[in-house]
């Protein structure tokens, strides 16, 4: 269990550098942020809260662009800027997430859903480095 934490913390660290990377200068930015993604639509990404050791910020891509049956993505991250950790705390309607749910519940949420959320979002970060470019903010 001891490794399990150990390797998310990593994984909380390496998400901050990706959005500072991404991101430069995030703690004097208000508003919206908007990124092109090539070949993709646009990615939007709300500052919902700054503090001083602290950002909330609620990144949002429109993936249905005419096609209803498929849902758009969107987490809430909270960046601790002392720490250099960055958190999914909420996506796609599941707020509090939990370290791990028994299975099957009642959202038929997976044991370690909270680890792959944040797992996503480095991946989802990594893409935006690669293939995006920031249009303002």
Known sequence: MHYAVENS?????????K???????????QGLI??????????VIEILEQNPYTTTIHIHQDMAEGRPWITDLGMKVRICHD???AEVI???????LRSFYTYPNPKMLQPYEK???NQF????L???????SLVSG
Do not use: D, K
Request: glycine content about 12%; hydrophobic content about 45%.
């Open 9 to 17: 913390l990593s994984l909380y660290e390496r998400n901050f550098n």
């Open 19 to 29: 959005l500072m990377h991404l991101l430069p200068g995030l703690t004097r930015r």
């Open 34 to 43: 908007a990124l092109a993604v090539a070949g993709r639509s646009s990615i």
């Open 83 to 85: 720490a250099q950790v």
């Open 90 to 96: 909420a996506y796609q309607g599941v707020h509090s």
């Open 115 to 117: 680890r792959r959320v």
């Open 121 to 124: 979002l480095g991946e989802w």
């Open 126 to 132: 990594g893409f935006c480095l690669i293939r995006g």
